[in-house]
């Protein structure tokens, strides 16, 4: 499961940072079950010094055409249509347009994969 190996490989960033508060940001945009990841990380942590707080970075995309910046949450998208992009992130594409000049030419500044940062060291 994917959920499980991002767990892991976090864990193993986790340890190299030696640290024992960390954030993990999460991307709104993520092909991952958020809670499943977060609840496998945990047990992957379990019995370690290590404080997770867990925080979603919301998605932002750049408009490769009129420069327009927009979030995910400003696009008007039908559960279905969030279904797919969950799914598959590259489908965004057919989904979401420029709401100033509707172009599906738009760059995602922001809002995907997993990032660790540690808050302070030992
Ligand atoms: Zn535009």
Same mark, same amino acid.
């Given at each position: @499961?994917?959920?499980?190996? $991002? #767990?892991? %490989? #976090?864990?193993?960033?986790?340890?190299? $940072?030696?640290?024992?508060?960390?954030? *993990?940001?999460?991307?709104?945009?993520?092909?991952?079950? &958020?809670?499943?990841?977060?609840? %496998?990380?945990?047990?992957? $942590? =379990?019995? @370690?010094?290590?404080?997770?707080? /867990?925080?979603?970075?919301? #998605?932002?995309?750049?408009? =490769? *055409?009129?420069?327009? !910046?927009?979030?995910?949450? !400003? &696009?008007?998208?039908?559960?279905?249509?969030?279904?797919?992009?969950?799914?598959?992130?590259?489908?965004?594409?057919?989904?979401?347009?420029?709401?100033?000049? /509707?172009? =599906?030419?738009?760059? &995602?500044? !922001?809002?995907?994969? *997993?990032?660790?940062?540690?808050?302070?060291?030992?």
């Amino acid at each position: @499961m994917h959920e499980f190996s $991002l #767990a892991r %490989a #976090a864990k193993e960033t986790i340890l190299s $940072l030696n640290c024992n508060r960390i954030i *993990v940001y999460i991307g709104q945009i993520q092909q991952i079950d &958020i809670d499943l990841f977060k609840n %496998a990380l945990l047990s992957e $942590l =379990n019995g @370690m010094d290590v404080n997770v707080s /867990f925080q979603e970075v919301k #998605a932002k995309f750049k408009c =490769n *055409v009129c420069a327009n !910046e927009f979030y995910y949450d !400003e &696009i008007d998208l039908s559960e279905e249509e969030k279904e797919d992009i969950h799914f598959l992130p590259e489908s965004i594409h057919i989904f979401v347009k420029c709401p100033k000049c /509707f172009s =599906n030419d738009f760059k &995602i500044v !922001e809002g995907r994969g *997993v990032f660790i940062e540690k808050c302070e060291t030992k």
